[in-house]
Each structure stands twice: as C-alpha cells, then as structure tokens.
C-alpha cells in the first residue's frame, strides 16, 4: 500500500510547495512542469486512477502538456478514457482534448468512449448534445461511421441553431474519414441548406464546398436566402459564402462586361462622342440588363466592404472584380488601400492582388499611387511588391513622380531591392517610349556605382534597352565597354559581351579588343561569360574575320577542353557553322543569317501578368501555382440558365406571388415587358394580401414574416430596390413592433398626366410603409406608365422646391419602353406638413415639374399600445393639445367594424384594443417629429360621436379632425 | 481548413503544436526552417511557402512563428487573420504572448485553441464568448484552483454564441458604470531631404473600455463626421445607421474593444506636427563623416510634443559616432549600426540637436546611401485629422455613466529621408 502512495504523496508536497511558490512568482508552473517532467508514465496513470478529481485533473494537465510538446502519451490511453464521463468539466474536456488526438491510434479502446457520447447526445441542453457531437464526429474510427451518421442526421433536425451548426461541422469530418458517405451527407447538406439560421449558414456553406463543391443545383433555392443573411453571418461564415457565391454567379448570370467591352477605360471618349450611335445600335438588338440576383449579390456584399476582418474585405474585393460590372469595381480600392496598414502578412496578400488588378486596370489604383511609396522599415518581399505595383501604375503622367521615387530606392541600402528597382526602371523605360532616354541616362550613370549588384544589374536592363533602339545609343556600348574590366558579376559582363557582339558592327574598333581581353581570361571566367565569349568570337568572326579569325580560333580549342558539356557543345557547333569546310553542308552558308539575325526585343513585363488566371485572393494566386482542390472560375455562360430556379415558392402567404412569377413561355425572359404589366396588375391586390396576412401573423416568427414581406414588395420594386433593404425593413417594423392596419386602402392620385407629361404619365399612392430610406420619410411609390409611341429615356428627380426639400429619389430609369410602366419607390420628408412636395420629373428631353400633396392622414404611421398607454399618454396631452368636435355619422358607419374601416382609409394609425364598447380609439405618430396622435372615438345616441384627437401638433390636429368628420359622415 | 498550428520560436525550436484534424508530422516545419535559413532578417521569411502536399502560412509576432498547415486552397488572408487573432486572445489572456507565457498556460492555450476552432473553421473568436468558457488565469485564480483543486473553465454555457449580439456578455454588472473613448491618430508620413512631404497619411482608430451594466445602448455622434470615408467597424455598430445619419449606434461589447479604425488617406492634406533639419556627410577620403540634427514643432496646434525617439540605421561603414545631444540621451550599437536618440519633450524655446562626428572605416570609400530617420513622438489631447467627438449617449438603461473621451497623436512609420 505504502509503495502504491508515495508518488501520491510526493505530488502532494509538490502542490504545496506550489502554494508558496505561487505567491512569490507566477513561474512556478514553470517549476511544477520541469519537476514534473521527471514523472514517468506510471506516476501519471496512478494519479489518474486515483479517486481525487484534483489529482486527475492535475495529471491530465501534465498530460496535456506533453501532447502539446509533441511527446507520446498513447500508453495512458486506457487510463485516461475512463474518466470521459467524469463530472469536472475542466477534466471532461482535457480528456476530450486526449481522445481526439489518440483515438486514431487505439481504435479498440476508443470505443468505450462512444457510449457516453451516445448518452449525451440526447441530454436536454443544447450545449452538452453540441460538444458531444463534436467529439463524436472528430474521433477518426471507421468502425463508428454509422453511428457518426446517424448522429448527424438527428442533429441536422435539432430545434437548436447551435447544434445543427455542429452537425454541418461534422458532415466535413466524416466526409474526410469515409467518402463512401458522400450521397447520404449531400442530403443533410441539402437540409441544412435551407436552415434560416445565420449561425448555420456559414458552416453549412463550408461543408458543401468540401463535400460537393459540384452541385450548383442546390444552391438556386437558397440563393437569395444566403444573400440577405451575408450580413449577419459571422465572419468566417462571410467568407466562404462569398466565394462559394462568386463561383454560383459566374456559372448562373450573363457577363456584366460586354457593353462595357465598347467603352474600356482607353476609350472613354467614344462611349461619349455622337459616333455612339452606331455602337448603340449593336447593343440595341440585345441589350444588357443585369440579373436582380445578381444585383442583389453585388448590393449585399458591399457593405462588408467595411467588416474588421481583412479576410471578409479581400472576399468582397474579389467579389467585384469576378462579378461586377467593371465601372464598379474601383470601388472596392479605398478599402483594399487600407487594409495595406494592417500586419506584415495582410500586407503581402493584398498588395499581391493588388498587383494583379493594376495590370488590367491602372485607374483603380493611380489616386493612391502615394500609399504603395516604400519605407526603409519595410520587409524585403513587401517592398518588391510596392515596386511592382508602383511600376504598373506607370504612365506619362505621373512618371517623372515615379522616377524620382526610384532614384531614391537605388540608393537604398538593402541591395536586393536597389537591383529590383533598377528593373523596375528598365520596365518603366520600355513601356513609356518618353523616357526611355532619360532612365537610360540614369542607368549609364549607375554604372559608375560602388555597389556590384547595382552595375550588373543595370548594365542587364541597359542591354535589354539598347535592344529595343539599337540606333543612336553607341555611345553607351563604348562605355560599357570601358567599364568592362572593373565588372565582375558574371551576368553583367555576359551582357556585355552579347551587346558587343551583337552591335559590333557599330563599334568596329572596340569588339575585337574586347575579345582580346577575353582570350586572356578565358578559362577562368564563369560558364555563362565563357558561352558569351563564343558567341561573340564567332559573330566578330564573320563580320571582321581579317582581324580576328586567329583570336576566335584560339578561343574555340579553349572550348573545346571545357570541362562544362554546354561550352564544349557549343563550340563544336559554332565550330562547323562558321569554318567552312568540305564537311559541313548547307549550314555554313546561312552561318550569317543564324547568328547575326535581328532580333526581336525582350518585353519587359510584370510577374504578375499571367497570375489573373486564378480567382484572387485564393492561396493558388498567392502561389501562382494550382494548389489542391482549387476550384476554376468558370467562364460566364453566353445565356443564362433558367432564373426561375431560384424562385422559392411560399404558397401559405402569397399566393398570388407564385402565379405572378411563374414563367410563361421558356423562351422570354426576365424584362419583358409582359411580365412587368402583370405584376403591376397584381400588384395592388398583392399588397393588401400581405398586409392583411402579416398582421395575422405578426406573432409568428421573424422568418414567416420577412417572407411575407419580400416577396410582394419584390414585385413592386422592378427598379430592383436592395432586397437587403427590405430586410433591414423588416426587422425595423419588427423592432418597432408597429402593428400593420388590418386595412389598408390604395388611394393613387394623379402626379402627371399624359398629355401633360408628353406621353410620360405618373400617378402615386402611399403605400403605408415605413420608408426603407430614412425612418423620418413618407414612402410614396410612383408609377410610371410610357403613354407616347416611343421610349423615354433617363427618367429622374431634377430641381425641387423649396430646396432644402428632402427627398429620396428612385434610381434613374435609363430606358422606358412604350406602353410599359414601372413602379418606384421614393422617400419624401414632409416635415410632418401638408404643404406640397414640389420638385420636376425629368426625361432625357423634357422637365416636368409635379407636386405630391399629402394627405394629413398620410404622414402618421401606426403605433402600437395598450389601452392603458393609451389613456395615459391622452392624460398627458390635454388643454392646448386636445381638439374635439362633436360629429354626425351616417347610420352605416356605426358598426365597429366599418368605424375602422373609414377610420384607417382617412389616417394611418393603429387600432388600440378597447375595452368599452362604444369608444374606440386609435394610436399613431407622425412620421417626421414623431409625435404622439391619439385619436378616440365616443359614440352617443342617435349617431352622433364625441371626436377627440390629442396631439402637440394642433394644426394637423385639426385638419385631421376635418377629414375624419367627412369620411365618417359619408355613407 | 487549417489543418495543424505549429509555434516556433525565434531559435528555430518548436515549442507547441496542436492538430485540428490528424496529426501532421512535425516534420513538415523542415520547409519553414529552410525559407527562415533562407531569409536575412526574420521578417523576410514569406507568409506562404508552398510544400509537396501541405502549404504552410505563417505570421510572426513577438518573436514568434505562428505556422500553420494547410492541405487544399483556402484564401490565405483567412488563415493569417485568424492567426492573428490568435495571437490577439493570448495577449488578452496572458497580458503578454511571449514563449514563456504560453509555455507557463500551456493548458489554457490548449483549451483556448480547442474552442476557436473546430475541424479547422473557426467556431469562437469573440473574446466575451471566450472568456465565458474559460477564464483568463490571475494569480488569485491559480491560487485558489490549486488548493480548492477547482477549474478555470467556466462552468457557464457559452450562451452567448446564441444570442443576437453574440460578442456581449449576458448579466454584466458593475458598480461603477463607466464609458472610456481613447482617439488615437497615427501618422505615417515619408519626408524628402528638402524637408517637404512626400506622402503623408492617418491611421486612426477608437478603442473603447466599456464597462456598464445590462444591456446599454450607445450611440456616438461627431462634429465632422465627413473626416471618416474610409472605416471598418467592430461587428456592433449599426451600418445602416452610420450610412444614414453618420452617427455610431451599438451595444458595445463588455471590456476593451477596437470600436472603428478609419484611414484618412494620402489624397488629403495632413498637418505635419515635427520637422528635422539634418546634415549628414561624409566626405571623400576622410574617415570621418558630420553628423547634425535639429528637431522642431510644426503644426501641433500648441499641444508638446512628448516621448520624441529618433532612430537611424546609419551606413555600414560607420565605425562610431561621437555625438552631443543637447537634451536625453542616445546610443549607437556599433554591431547593427543602429543610432537611437531618446529626446522625451521637444522644447520650442530650445530645440533638441544631436552633434558631433562620425568614424568611418579607415581606407574604406564614403558610403553613397545616407541614412533614413525614423522618428516617434506622441501629442496628447489632440487628434492632428481634426476629428471631434460631439457626444455620447445612452439608451435601454437607468444609470447614469460616467464617460470619458481621450485624444492623442502619435506617430506611425513616420520617416525622414537624408
């Protein structure tokens, strides 16, 4: 007994000696893990199986210790598993932490483990079923793949967001530990799929990329869905949505690019000039008109243009540049420039795809050309990246900035990048012919620097220079020349050789001393020097033969006892080219024409000129190599798959909506104008639908709800209002728990008519809905209806008045085709008055001017309370701000029912519930100030009613009053 | 995703590692050690090496590697980002992510890491969610834990996974309820010999300490709200608000958080708040070389200009330099021909100046690079963009907070090119 306690008694004194040491430094862990590295196996596995958590808790932590130390601690398996259902929670996990690692490795024994897990996963918390779950599916046993199936299955269906997140963690694992799965686990994918949750989203998007990244096919129903949750997915999840989105939308939506084909940033001009006309007539036949989905991919993503995280801002990035239309893409440039403050690595990736997207497009990146300037404290790798890009960047105009900036980086002290840069200033010379001279002159001066690797490398940029305009530059070749003795990077003094050899015509005198100086040192330069020396002995050979057939001789039996196979080759080749003999044949004759035939110039281009060829921001364009499981960006499709795939059908609440959208022939598509007609048409009747149905189920979930909503003002919004912003929409009214009007009628009053408005007629209605632009507007929606023979073109707001007159404007109409009509949405801040929005409805040709004059009814919204509020806030607002007046109803309006009837259609207020049965009262606040408007309805005998409204705001109190006295009077 | 995470310390040992999904032989960090061989300082070493079948991305803070392996494409930045953040949770818990720390809590870090990531995707990198299931170690805590045998993960669920603000914490309560803004500008700027700009931009940010009870309801609003067109927020800010009205609506998280960094770029004017006369020559032939510094306040609005440090690399051939500060002190290391000039506070009245002579290496040519100095200093009380906060206002509880706004100005890479 007493042996089997002692290594318990020692850790005992240990741990107190702990105690002590603890208060004097915090290092006594430190101290603890050293004594205790001492312990062997055996110390452990006692102190595991003893009864003491402590002890087990204290051994597990030693145990992990070693894991993470990368040590071996297999032989405590047994040990360890037992205490898998222990109670201690810090224990339980420790033990988890062991099991996933081992289990690989003890197969047999880790099976008694899975019956606590089995257990757990029916425990009523949500977390305990999660983190089961988790360690189920991260044991790698074959053996236990059903029942891991079985348990992701069950776990897709729970009620708790968290754990089906879980359950689409595991379908990765056990993807990972039997592929044989795959259909099984493509069909909970399926289910997750259309889980609402954002918490599942991301993780559900993740599994599919690694299970059946293929099957595009199931991602149409869900398409929208995951467009409007984007934003409030975790970070992570925004990620891989997003790229699993931009690969969807180039398989599913028409390139945005083809118009815009006509006017690249080159030409800009054309796309403005009257020659236009003719281009426009090309696009005519089959104009360009974006998909709402994809337009509601590209409105979603950009405000996560904004997120902290640098791995959601380079997705959304990447994002624009694969999907949108190219005159958007800059805008992601701001963002992209920023993240260039953030670490060393951020750094390198952006700057990396930045380097990329400034090949194709310099415009984007011009106005920051500042913030790619390198500091001396910058890492290597991090400056080459800024010198590519500064030099992309490049043009007439801002060249001479450039240039100035590179002399000073020639200087630097970290050679590598000096020599960089002196690349970087041969590129800027060969892409901008004004000034090539004036960077060669520069060059020829660096050829007098102290730095070795400064001369070789300039004198290899002066020689792919001098190739491009041979000319006029002997000069320069002379001095090289002069400066070949004090050379000694092999490659410079190769290069200058080539250049003698290749111009030696141009410097007649000057060639064949060189090669002189050659023959001398022949065997103790460097292979490439040697194979240079060849060439130019053999090119100086059949120019100037008379003064050095003896020198190239001698030099080509140097060759030929190289001890290098490609000099000795190479001789021996150049040897029968140009000394005719009866040996060799029709070559000799051509000896000239091989060596000495002009040759095409080097192009200087970017390193990062062929790297467009992967998706940016992947780790394959990191790499510029095809990295493992990298996913090609398909090519747009010329016609877009069938859009009504991704229709989700939602019978229960609109029913109208599904037969507005069904598609009527296969072969029209989504502007048809047709189409466009029947939605209006339903339109009015589709709005009452909704609301009358949201206020039915304005207790149920947010989800019904935001279905509800979307789909109807989807058919209105054919100006493809964000559908992000109906969200956002929907959870205001949610937050404000506004209670719709159960009724609520569609008054459209005339704001042009078409004889008037020279064929453009607008009639708008109130549609009673908090504004999506600003809570302090009237939504108003305008429909606007081409009465004329042709089509109207740019259709928008101009000049209102008074000025100072708040008013969202519907995106411009660029084209409206005769006969056909669309409804836009508009925001008016009235400033709670009747007094009339003026402001002009302009064509292309023509300005109208219009006014929308609410009515006072109109700029309340409904606002929920109980009776009580009710009778409080009333309390509140007596004397100056009471108004009532004793009214005359006609007999038909005297059921509670038509009350509200007539009540709603005059104002937009909410019902408040009442208790007695001849007051009725009615809650609303005005939209601008906010102000309470209470309104109460007494009835008395023989039809007359007590009319009381409270409000601070007497005026519109009154004229309130006036309205409802009519409407209710009115049979 | 992220397949295993390797820590390597500045020796080239490994200290630490920690597999998501099966173990990957330690061996692979052969590659790593070989780009690190590779490279002349530490820096240099790339993020991303490619390896036969794993790819290894790694970032180096503290002094330390953070490399972690990879088997199939994953956009880089999420790997790195998450590192990071890895790297921001050790430093949260352990106040300091030293080797020595995260040796000391192996067993915290290994709990940590088991939560922040499942199968390789991230499941919790909010710190309130962390803190929840486990709690960061004090001295007091490990006390007590070792005598009562009780543990430092929290028996709590973490429940704030599942709520709508997922990165606050649920029944916070304090005594004191305070609200703590600190506005911290930075400058980067490269200065030309001439001693005009050449770029100049601002980093700005807005680090929060908030710590209120319940479920506050902030918003903050700005006096020239139009200084910040290019802003990332921390995940509580209202969005559509801020595009709106320009003003910040959020539940802030509990504790320390970064509220917003906004980037006011090189296209605007940014004031200068230091200027440097230099004279720095080296003449041909003589070993020795001048060396003259005068330090002066520009644009500060009349705010001192505090904890001025003036660095150099000064050319290789430098053998020593006899210098005279008029003010602080400074140190030359001959080996890495570092130069660092501790000022403190920069005087108006009597500009600090750094004098004397340089020795160069006998024999040797004069050195054709001169030197870039990089300057650091701090300005309190003043925010050099002009930012201004208007108020700070709070909703959905009773107290009243105590709230508290702080500006300063520092300087980022702030250069001077001689």
């Not at chain 1, 409804?823 to 402001?839: C, H, K």
């Not at chain 2, 020795?288 to 510094?293: C, S």
Request: net charge neutral; hydrophobic share 40%.
């Amino acid at each position: 007994m007493t042996s089997l306690f002692s290594p318990l008694c020692a850790t005992n004194i240990l741990l107190y000696n702990d105690i002590v040491l603890s208060q004097q430094c915090l290092s006594s862990a430190k101290l603890r893990l050293i004594v205790f590295s001492g312990l062997r196996n055996e110390d452990l596995k006692e102190m595991l199986e003893s009864n003491k958590e402590s002890h087990k808790l204290e051994a597990m932590k030693r145990v992990v210790g070693l894991i993470a130390k990368g040590k071996n601690a297999s032989e405590l398996f047994p040990a360890v598993v037992k205490n898998v259902a222990s109670k201690n929670i810090e224990l339980k996990k420790l033990v988890y932490v062991y099991l996933v690692r081992y289990a690989e490795e003890q197969q047999d024994l880790a099976l008694l483990s899975i019956s606590t897990f089995q257990r757990a996963l029916k425990d009523p918390n949500q977390f305990i079923r999660a983190s089961a779950l988790r360690v189920l599916s991260s044991i790698r046993v074959p053996i236990i793949v059903p029942i891991m199936m079985l348990a992701i299955k069950e776990a897709a269906a729970d009620l708790s967001p968290y754990v089906r997140k879980t359950s689409a963690h595991a379908i990765q694992k056990l993807y990972s530990l039997d592929a044989d799965q795959k259909e099984q686990l493509i069909e909970v994918i399926e289910k997750l799929l259309k889980d609402k949750s954002t918490l599942v989203a991301g993780s559900v998007v993740m599994a599919f990329e690694e299970v059946c990244p293929d099957r595009i096919d199931l991602i149409h129903k869900n398409y929208r869905k995951l467009c409007n949750l984007l934003v409030d997915v975790e970070e992570w999840g925004q990620v891989v949505i997003i790229s699993m989105l931009t690969r969807y939308a180039r398989t599913q939506f028409t390139s945005p690019w083809k118009e815009d084909a006509v006017f690249d940033e080159n030409n800009e001009k054309a796309f403005y000039d009257s020659d236009s006309e003719e281009k426009k007539g090309q696009t005519e036949s089959k104009p360009y008109i974006m998909d709402p989905d994809h337009r509601l991919l590209l409105r979603n993503t950009k405000p996560l243009l904004q997120s902290r995280n640098t791995a959601v801002v380079m997705s959304v990035a990447q994002l624009y540049w694969h999907l949108a239309p190219k005159h958007e893409v800059s805008i992601v440039t701001k963002s992209l420039v920023r993240l260039l403050r953030s670490h060393r690595e951020v750094q390198y990736i952006v700057l990396q795809n930045i380097a990329t997207m400034s090949i194709q497009r310099k415009g984007m990146f011009e106005p920051f050309m500042k913030s790619f300037y390198v500091r001396s404290t910058d890492a290597t790798h991090i400056k080459t990246l800024k010198l590519e890009i500064l030099t992309n960047l490049a043009n007439e105009a801002n060249i001479s900035t450039i240039l100035r900036e590179f002399q000073t980086y020639v200087k630097s002290q970290d050679k590598a990048f000096a020599a960089a840069t002196i690349q970087a200033i041969g590129r800027c010379a060969t892409n901008i012919s004004e000034v090539t001279d004036t960077c060669l002159n520069g060059l020829v001066l660096l050829l007098s620097n102290r730095d070795e690797t400064v001369v070789a490398e300039s004198v290899v940029v002066i020689k792919k220079l001098l190739q491009t305009q041979p000319t006029q530059h002997s000069e320069i070749i002379k001095h090289m020349a002069k400066l070949f003795d004090n050379i000694t990077v092999p490659m410079a003094r190769a290069s200058i050789l080539w250049l003698m050899g290749e111009y030696c015509e141009r410097v007649p005198k000057i060639a064949p001393d060189v090669l002189r100086k050659m023959a001398k040192t022949f065997t103790t330069e460097e292979d490439i020097v040697k194979l240079q020396t060849v060439n130019l002995a053999a090119k100086l050979y059949l120019t100037n033969s008379k003064q050095t057939k003896l020198l190239t001789q001698y030099i080509l039996n140097l060759g030929k006892y190289d001890q290098n196979y490609d000099i000795r080759d190479r001789t021996r080749f150049i040897r029968q080219l140009i000394v005719p003999n009866e040996k060799s044949g029709a070559l000799n004759k051509y000896a000239r024409r091989i060596l000495l035939a002009p040759k095409p110039a080097p192009v200087l281009e970017s390193a990062f000129k062929d790297r467009d060829r992967f998706q940016l921001g992947t780790l394959s364009h990191s790499l510029n190599i095809k990295a493992t499981g990298y996913q090609e960006l398909s090519d747009w499709p010329a016609v877009a798959p069938d859009q009504s795939v991704r229709n989700v059908e939602v019978k229960e609440w609109a029913p109208l909506v599904g037969k507005a959208k069904q598609p009527k022939s296969d072969d029209k598509f989504y502007s048809d104008e047709e189409e466009e007609k029947d939605e209006e048409e339903s339109e009015s009747s589709g709005s009452d639908d909704s609301s009358s149905s949201s206020s039915s189920s304005s207790s149920s979930s947010s989800e019904g709800l935001f279905y509800d909503f979307m789909l109807p003002c989807e058919l209105h919004d054919t100006d493809s209002t964000s559908l992000l912003s109906l969200y956002l929409f929907i959870n205001l009214l949610l937050c404000l728990s506004v209670t719709t009007p159960s009724f609520s009628p569609v008054k459209t009053y005339e704001l042009l008519h078409h004889m008037s408005g020279k064929g453009l007629a607008a009639k708008y209605h109130f549609p009673r809905q908090p504004c999506l632009y600003q809570p302090n507007m009237v939504a108003v929606q305008v429909i606007l209806t081409n009465c004329s023979d042709h089509s109207l073109e740019e259709i928008h707001i101009g000049d209102r008045s008074p000025a100072s007159l708040n008013i969202h404007c519907f995106n411009t109409i660029e084209r409206l085709e005769p006969e056909a009509s669309v409804t836009v949405s508009m925001g008016i801040d009235f400033s709670d008055s009747t007094q009339a929005a003026n402001f002009q409805l302009c064509t292309k040709t023509d300005q109208f001017s219009v006014s929308i004059q609410p009515a006072v009814g109109e700029l309340l919204m409904p606002s929920s309370m109980t009776e009580e509020e009710f009778c409080k806030d009333q309390g509140k607002l007596l004397g100056m701000n009471e108004t009532s007046a004793t009214i005359t109803m006609a007999t038909a309006n005297t059921s509670s029912l038509a009350i509200n009837k007539q009540l709603l259609s005059v104002a937009n207020v909410g019902v408040v519930s009442s208790s007695q049965n001849n007051i009725h009262r009615f809650a609303g606040r005005t939209v601008s100030s906010g102000a309470l408007v209470l309104v109460s309805l007494e009835l008395r005998e023989s039809s007359t009613a007590l009319l009381t409204i409270n409000t601070e705001k007497s005026i519109m109190a009154s004229m309130l009053l006036r309205d409802l006295k009519q409407a209710l009077a009115m049979a | 995703m992220i397949h295993s995470l390797f820590l390597v310390n500045a020796s080239g040992d490994i200290f630490l590692e920690k597999h998501w999904k099966s173990v990957v032989s330690r061996s692979v960090c052969d590659y790593f050690f070989e780009a690190q061989e590779r490279a002349t300082e530490p820096e240099n070493v790339p993020p991303v090496i490619p390896t036969p079948h794993h790819y290894l991305i790694s970032v180096l803070r503290h002094r330390i590697y953070f490399v972690a392996v990879i088997q199939s494409e994953v956009p880089p930045l999420f790997v790195i980002e998450f590192l990071h953040r890895v790297v921001d949770t050790f430093q949260d818990y352990f106040g300091v992510c030293t080797e020595a720390a995260i040796k000391d809590n192996v067993v915290v870090v290994y709990e940590l890491l088991e939560e922040m990531l499942d199968n390789g995707f991230p499941l919790a990198t909010e710190s309130n969610i962390l803190k929840e299931l486990i709690k960061p170690p004090t001295i007091l805590r490990t006390m007590v834990n070792t005598i009562t045998g009780s543990t430092n993960v929290g028996e709590q669920l973490p429940t704030g996974q599942l709520s709508v603000v997922p990165w606050r914490r649920t029944g916070v309560k304090y005594t004191n309820n305070e609200a703590y803004f600190d506005v911290v500008e930075e400058i980067d700027a490269i200065i030309d010999k001439s001693g005009s700009t050449i770029t100049a931009e601002i980093q700005g940010v807005i680090d929060a300490c908030v710590k209120l009870t319940g479920m506050p309801d902030l918003t903050l609003s700005f006096m020239n709200p139009r200084l910040l067109d290019d802003v990332s927020f921390h995940p509580c800010v209202r969005f559509k608000r801020w595009e709106a009205e320009r003003i910040l609506s959020f539940i802030p998280p509990d504790g320390n958080f970064r509220l917003l960094s906004y980037h006011v770029s090189s296209q605007n004017l940014v004031a200068i708040p230091v200027y440097v006369k230099h004279n720095i020559t080296f003449r041909e032939g003589s070993s020795q070389g001048r060396f003259d510094l005068t330090l002066g306040p520009k644009q500060t609005m009349g705010k001192a200009v505090e904890s001025v440090l003036v660095s150099s690399q000064l050319p290789r051939g430098v053998l020593n330099a006899n210098l005279n500060p008029s003010q602080g002190t400074y140190t030359f290391d001959p080996v890495t021909k570092m130069l660092s000039w501790d000022v403190g506070k920069i005087n108006p009245q009597k500009l600090p100046s750094l004098k004397g002579t340089m020795s160069l290496q006998a024999g040797a040519s004069k050195p054709d690079e001169n030197p870039t100095i990089n300057i650091q200093f701090k300005i309190q009380q003043m925010a050099i963009s002009g930012l201004k906060v208007n108020r700070l206002d709070m909703y959905g509880e009773k107290y009243k907070p105590f709230k508290g706004i702080k500006y300063m100005t520092k300087a980022g890479k702030f250069q001077v090119r001689t």
